[in-house]
Structure formats: structure tokens, C-alpha cells
């Protein structure tokens, strides 16, 4: 719900409450007439305009919960076939290269990809974050589920690693146990 939505709401209720409200000699007199009469009744000689009030006044917009986004940004259906692992490099100083391969069931072909190498915990066998952002296609394109082939390769910081966690629009979506130099 927006928070238009909810005051709208509120302020419906409390409309309906009032025009609900009878006072003593108005049971017949319809609510629209009520309400008129409240608001041109004159003031009396004596009475004397309330004093503004000092402290804050309900505010039911300002009350309601923040509005989530229940939307994922990650457009990934499904993945399968996720694999890491470190190729050796034919230069003596580098370890080697970390590359990591899967497939992601996406709503409709063309997506762009972009990987983001994330952070890593410097252990002796280290955890790898990995972001993989998928960017919609432009243009009018088929609706059909389609898997689609998505690696990343970069230089590697160990010889062995823990753990290669892949996240897609903020949540995890593959985490790929162990990643060890190929056979």
C-alpha cells in the first residue's frame, strides 16, 4: 500500500465515524446537516479559540510502515550446472584464473550480463563474492523462458577457495562449495 493509499484510507474512516455519530436531538437529522451545523455554529462571547496544541498531532502517513520493494531485481528464474574452478597460468608469478560457469532460466532471451567481482575474506582458503547483474533487453523481444550459458573469469587469489558465492539483485543466488585447480 502507498502512503496516499493509506491516508485516503484513513481519512475515509474517520469521515464515516463522524458521519456514524449521533448527538442527543440529531437522531433524525442526516449526517451531511450534522456536520454543517458543527462547522458554523458561531462562537460564544465567552469561549476563546483553542491554543494550538504543542504536541504532534497523529500523523497516519508518517506512521505507516516504510514500503518495501516485494519485487526482486534479479530476473533469474532458476539456475543449474554451477561449477568454479582455478586453470593454471603459464606465467610463473600468478596463481592462476578463477572461472566460474552456470546457467540461469531467465523470462525472455536477450539479457545483458555484467559481473562484479565482490569481496573476498583473505583466508587461507578464501570465500569469493561474485554479483552478477542481468540487464534487460532492449527493444520488443519473445516471451519464452530460456536458459542462457553465464561465466566470469578473473586472475585467482589462492590456490584453492572455500566457497564462490554468486549473488543476483542483492540475494544469493548459487553458492559453489569448493573451486580447486583443474585436472
Same mark, same amino acid.
Given at each position: 500500500?502507498?502512503?496516499?493509499? #493509506?491516508?485516503?484510507?484513513?481519512?475515509?474512516? /474517520?469521515?464515516?465515524?463522524?458521519?456514524g455519530?449521533?448527538?442527543?436531538?440529531? +437522531?433524525?437529522?442526516?449526517?451531511?446537516?450534522?456536520?454543517?451545523e458543527?462547522? %458554523?455554529a458561531?462562537?460564544?462571547?465567552?469561549?476563546? $479559540?483553542?491554543?494550538?496544541?504543542? *504536541? $504532534?498531532?497523529?500523523?497516519? =502517513?508518517a *506512521?505507516?510502515?516504510p +514500503?518495501?520493494? &516485494? =519485487?526482486?531485481?534479479?530476473p533469474?528464474?532458476?539456475?543449474? @550446472?554451477?561449477?568454479?574452478?582455478?586453470?593454471? /597460468?603459464?606465467?610463473s608469478?600468478? %596463481?592462476?584464473?578463477?572461472?566460474?560457469?552456470?546457467?540461469? !532460466?531467465?523470462?525472455?532471451?536477450?539479457?545483458?550480463?555484467?559481473?562484479?567481482?565482490? &569481496?573476498?575474506?583473505?583466508?587461507?582458503?578464501p570465500?569469493?563474492?561474485l554479483?552478477?547483474?542481468?540487464?534487460?533487453?532492449?527493444g520488443? =523481444?519473445? !516471451?519464452?523462458?530460456?536458459?542462457?550459458?553465464?561465466?566470469? /573469469?578473473?586472475?585467482? #587469489?589462492?590456490?584453492?577457495? @572455500?566457497?564462490? #558465492?554468486i @549473488?543476483?539483485?542483492?540475494? =544469493?543466488?548459487?553458492? #559453489? @562449495?569448493?573451486? +580447486?585447480?583443474?585436472?
Open positions: 500500500m502507498t502512503k496516499s493509499m #493509506i491516508f485516503a484510507a484513513f481519512s475515509t474512516a /474517520s469521515l464515516l465515524a463522524l458521519a455519530c449521533h448527538s442527543s436531538g440529531h +437522531e433524525d437529522a442526516p449526517a451531511d446537516a450534522m456536520i454543517e458543527v462547522a %458554523i458561531p462562537m460564544d462571547d465567552t469561549e476563546m $479559540p483553542a491554543e494550538p496544541v504543542s *504536541e $504532534p498531532i497523529f500523523d497516519p =502517513v *506512521e505507516a510502515a +514500503e518495501q520493494d &516485494i =519485487v526482486s531485481t534479479c533469474v528464474m532458476d539456475s543449474r @550446472n554451477w561449477k568454479a574452478w582455478i586453470s593454471p /597460468s603459464p606465467e608469478d600468478t %596463481i592462476g584464473t578463477l572461472h566460474v560457469t552456470g546457467q540461469v !532460466q531467465l523470462p525472455k532471451p536477450g539479457y545483458g550480463e555484467t559481473w562484479t567481482l565482490g &569481496i573476498s575474506d583473505r583466508s587461507m582458503m570465500r569469493q563474492f554479483d552478477l547483474d542481468l540487464s534487460e533487453p532492449e520488443m =523481444v519473445m !516471451q519464452v523462458v530460456t536458459w542462457r550459458q553465464v561465466s566470469f /573469469s578473473t586472475p585467482a #587469489i589462492s590456490e584453492i577457495y @572455500n566457497a564462490i #558465492i @549473488n543476483c539483485g542483492g540475494d =544469493v543466488l548459487e553458492t #559453489i @562449495n569448493s573451486a +580447486e585447480p583443474e585436472d
